[in-house]
Structure formats: C-alpha cells, structure tokens
C-alpha cells in the first residue's frame, strides 16, 4: 500500500460508522461523493463521475481508457423494525441476545439491544415503540490494533476503501459503487449494462470482503477466489492468479460452494462479463466484531493495482 501522511484505517472508522444498510446507502453515498470531491485533486487522473439521477445511490467513476471495472458494494447488513417490537433482518445478520443496535426514527435517536424470544424470533428492547419501517444497524465500535482491525461493517467498508486507495493512482479503469448486494441485489445489472455499452467493458473485479475458513486464514495475504455458489470463467482466474504470482503478492485461493456477490450478477447478466472475487478473509462475519487482518488488507490494495493495470 503506498505509504504518506494518510492512515486508511482513519478513513475505515468514519465509513463503518455510516448508517448504510441495503436500500438505504445514501448517507454513504454522499459521504463519498464528497470524499472525491476533495481529494480527487491529488489523484493521478481526476475521474469522470456518474451518479444522481438513472444511476439511484450507485456512483460510477471512470478513468482513462477503461478495461475493467472493480465493483464494490456500499450497502450493510442491518434489521428492519416491523411491529410490537419485531425486527426483521435486511441480509444475513448474525442475531444475538444483547448485541447493540443503533438508528433514528421521527421521534429521535436510538440505542438498544436484540433480544430473541424461546423460538429465535428477534426483538429490540428500545423503552418505547419505533416507528415501523426503521431500519437498525449496529451500533459502531471501531477497534485497531497493530494487526487488526475490528469493526461491525468491514464488510464491505473494506471493499470500498480498497477501491478509493486504488483510485489515488489509477490511469485507465473503472469503479463501480454498487448497492443492495447484502439483501439480493438489483443495481448490478443496469450498471454493467451501461459500462459495457459506453466503455466496452468486460471485465470486472469484486472488492468485497471473504470468509476465514480452514483453507484462508488470517495474515496470508488476500484471497482469489476459484469459486462460490457460482463459478467465474477458469481462464479469466488463471490470469489473476498469474499476474498475482508475478508480482510476488501474497495471496491465497479459495473454494467453497456457497456464498455469493456482484459477481452473481454479472454472471446472469446479458453482457460477456468475466469477473472475480478478490478480496481480504474476515472472520466473525456479519456480526459486530468482523475482524481483517492489516497484513490481508494491504495485499488486496497492491493486487488490485497491479490487476487493474495487467487485465
């Protein structure tokens, strides 16, 4: 990761903080809009930037003369308040009794607990009713080490501070800032569908953040993933893994049969996409103590500039 007076990990805290679960991103989106605004000055290229009205809250940003697109989703998991109480989960939240919740409704700020019934159906304990249709998150706690970093929402803050270190010197590429993958998706194919009708564009990869497993651990470097619940384009893989293996980056590989992303999408899209899965293990996924290993974050950022280079 190139190195100077900018500490990525402060700019992680404030983008895990930001309510964003799926079909709410728009505080992340303005909060990175703003972001660009600022310190696009300083970049290699300053980018040319798609959003607002046909785009919803996804962000394009296209560099040069593009090959491939790294997509990175902006929306969380979270719950929703349903009635007497109810909370329905957006995504696959992880649910246990007394983890902290945090929202706003029309009658003001709110921290409370989850709570779950003999049956497994989950509660909030807030002293009075919110407003049906609020959405929950947990609730912020920010922890880094020497290592680590800890954090509900590294995935995918990571996904995209990964994507905004890479933009400081990308030349000709793409990013897409997607949103609703957490709970089903939905904005991928009409964002593919305008990359690749105005750029030609049939390559992507996806900054998104893994599972550590028996076969990815901590501290190994970024995963490349061979498959999931889909399965990517063999050959398209064997590049990454060669531009990986020359650029002496560590990484690891990773094969399971669930899970899926972005690239779910691209796959069933219209457009010959070929895409992968690179991205850093975490472990305790989708509760409030997701937990990256510095060391795994710091190979995604220099294998994807090297692949968005290479593609």
């Known amino acids: 990761m190139p190195r100077n007076s900018h500490n990525p990990y402060q700019l992680l805290e404030k983008l895990c903080a930001i309510h964003a679960p799926s079909g709410e991103e728009y505080a ?180 998104d953040i893994t599972w550590v497993t028996e076969g990815v651990q901590h501290g190994l470097g970024v995963a490349i993933s061979m498959r999931d619940r889909n399965i990517p384009r063999r050959s398209y893989v064997n590049r990454i893994i060669e531009i990986a293996e020359e650029a002496q980056i560590p990484y690891q590989l990773e094969v399971e049969g669930a899970g899926s992303s972005d690239g779910r999408e691209l796959q069933v899209s219209p457009y010959p996409f070929d895409w992968c899965f690179v991205g850093a293990p975490e472990d305790h996924v989708h509760s409030p103590n997701e937990i990256v290993h510095k060391a795994d974050f710091e190979s995604m950022v220099a294998l994807y500039t090297v692949l968005i280079k290479h593609l």
């Not at 019934?117 to 922890?143: C, K, M, N, V």
């Open 28 to 207: 992340l989106t303005a909060f990175i809009l703003d972001y660009i605004k600022k310190e696009s000055k300083s970049w290699k290229v300053k980018p040319e930037i798609y959003h607002g009205e046909g785009f919803q809250d996804n962000i394009i940003l296209k560099f040069g003369k593009p090959r491939t697109a790294i997509f990175a989703h902006l929306d969380s998991i979270g719950f929703t308040v349903r009635y007497e109480n109810q909370l329905i989960p957006i995504g696959g939240p992880e649910a246990e009794d007394g983890y902290r919740l945090v929202g706003k409704d029309g009658m003001g700020e709110i921290v409370c607990r989850i709570k779950l019934d003999e049956e497994g159906h989950i509660y909030h304990d807030f002293a009075r009713p919110i407003q049906r249709g609020t959405s929950l998150t947990f609730q912020p706690d920010f922890r880094e080490t020497a290592e680590y970093v800890q954090s509900p929402y590294m995935d995918n803050r990571l996904g995209v501070l990964n994507a905004l270190e890479v933009a400081k010197d990308l030349e000709d590429g793409v990013i897409v800032f997607s949103t609703w993958e957490e709970h089903g998706g939905g904005s991928v194919p009409y964002l593919a569908k305008f990359i690749h009708e105005k750029w030609g564009i049939t390559q992507a990869l996806i900054s």
